[in-house]
Each structure stands twice: as C-alpha cells, then as structure tokens.
C-alpha cells in the first residue's frame, strides 16, 4: 500500500503569511494527488486534483505542485477563511490513501 | 448537479453490522465512468478512505478493514451502500459517501454532509 505523509502535523501563521504543506508518498505515484480543507465540524472540500489542477471556486492564493513522490501545497497570501485542516489524498493505486493533515493555526 | 445524502442509524451495538446508504441526486449512479465511495473519520481524526465501487461493479477496500466492508450499488434506487460487520468502538466515526469524480485523479467532489455512526452497547 503507498503511504502518503504530510509535513508539518501542524503550523501557527499570521494573515498573509506564505504557507507551504508538503506530502510525500511512499513510491512513485506520478500527479495522482489531491488536496481538501476541512473546517471544523465541516464537510471536505476539494481544493485541487492532479497535483496541480484548481478546483473551480478555489481562490487562486491556493496553488499545487510535484510529481513523483514530493507534492506540495502553498497557500501564497493567508486568509482569516484559511485556517482550517488540509488533507492530500493519493489515487494512483487502491487503498487511495489520506495523509494524517496538516492543522493550520492561527498565530 | 450531483447530490449525496447519506442515511442509516446513528448508534451501532458492538459485533454488529453498521450498514449505510448513500442516496444519489442530480445523476445516476449506473453513469459511465463514475465511481463511488466511502470515508469515514473518527471524533478528532483524520479521514481514512473506506471502499469505492465502479460503475461496472469492481470493487476495492482499504485492507485495514480486514474483508469487513463491503460496498454495493442498487441501480433501482439510485443509492450505493456499506456494510460493516463486526463493529467495535473503534468504528465509531462520521461516514461521508463521495463521488470520485473530479479529473483523471479521482478527487472526492461532492461528498455528502456525513453521518455519525457511534458503536456502544
């Protein structure tokens, strides 16, 4: 099974700030990679697919990046909406595992 | 646009089976190329991804399961469904059913509002 681990488990950071969460997955999964928020006592939402593709709707602040086993989310201008768990998620082979998430906090 | 809403009992005795239906609107569930799916998440943790099925009825589990799931759709009723047996406390969680649909990579959108299943006698 590919493993997918996400870095930092969580971070504090102040409105504006550039954020970066990286996820690493076990073996080579080429861009099979997603990325959601969760919000407290919220559903998921989808923030981008294929490494780097935006979902619609999503504020272009977000944007993705890697291939491989390296995949990266930066979130260029922190929002006060941004504070929130975010989840990367593979799909190049079943279990299509979720990193443990990355808390982002409020400094 | 496609809807998901998921139905089923909230409290689960454990060695039981917790069974769930995803009701599927805004589509059909017997569509070309789709799949569907399941996730759950325990009371303060991460998601783990459950079981999805294809539209041709192949199936895949996430093996941490240990062959006590299974998911199936019911064409007549536009839903698809998971069973759990077995249950135990630590199967307590809020199950989302989702559509993976969103470019060749699958993403989950959209996703039902999530239902919280606890196990306790």
């Known amino acids: 099974d590919i493993q997918m681990t996400q870095s930092p488990s969580s971070l504090s950071a102040s409105v504006g700030d550039r954020v970066t969460i990286t996820c690493r997955a076990s073996?080579?999964?080429?861009?099979?990679v997603n990325w959601y928020q969760q919000k407290p006592g919220k559903v998921p939402k989808l923030l981008m697919y294929?490494?780097?593709s935006l979902e619609s709707g999503v504020p272009s602040r977000f944007s993705g990046s890697g291939s491989g086993t390296d995949f990266t989310l930066n979130i260029s201008s922190l929002q006060p909406e941004d504070f929130a768990t975010y989840y990367c998620?593979?799909?190049?082979?079943?279990?299509?595992?979720f990193g443990q998430g990355t808390k982002v906090e409020i400094k | 646009q496609l809807q998901l809403q998921e139905s089923g009992p909230g409290l689960v005795k454990p060695s039981e089976t917790l069974s769930l239906t995803c009701t599927v609107s805004?589509?059909?569930?017997?569509?070309?190329?789709?799949?569907w799916g399941w996730v759950r998440q325990p009371p303060g943790k991460g998601l783990e991804w459950i079981a999805i099925?294809?539209?041709?009825?192949?199936?895949y589990y996430n093996p941490s399961l240990k062959s006590r799931a299974t998911i199936s759709v019911d064409t007549s009723k536009n839903q698809f469904s998971l069973n759990l047996t077995s249950v135990t406390a630590a199967d307590t969680a809020v199950y989302y059913c989702?559509?993976?649909?969103?470019?060749?990579?699958?993403?989950?959108?959209?996703w039902g509002q999530g239902t919280l299943v606890t196990v306790s006698s």
């Open positions: 294929a490494a780097s």
């Open positions: 099925i294809y539209y041709t009825g192949s199936t």
């Open positions: 998620q593979q799909t190049y082979s079943a279990p299509w595992a």
């Open positions: 989702a559509n993976p649909g969103r470019g060749y990579t699958y993403g989950f959108d959209p």
């Open positions: 805004g589509g059909s569930v017997s569509r070309n190329s789709y799949y």
């Open positions: 073996q080579s999964i080429s861009t099979y």
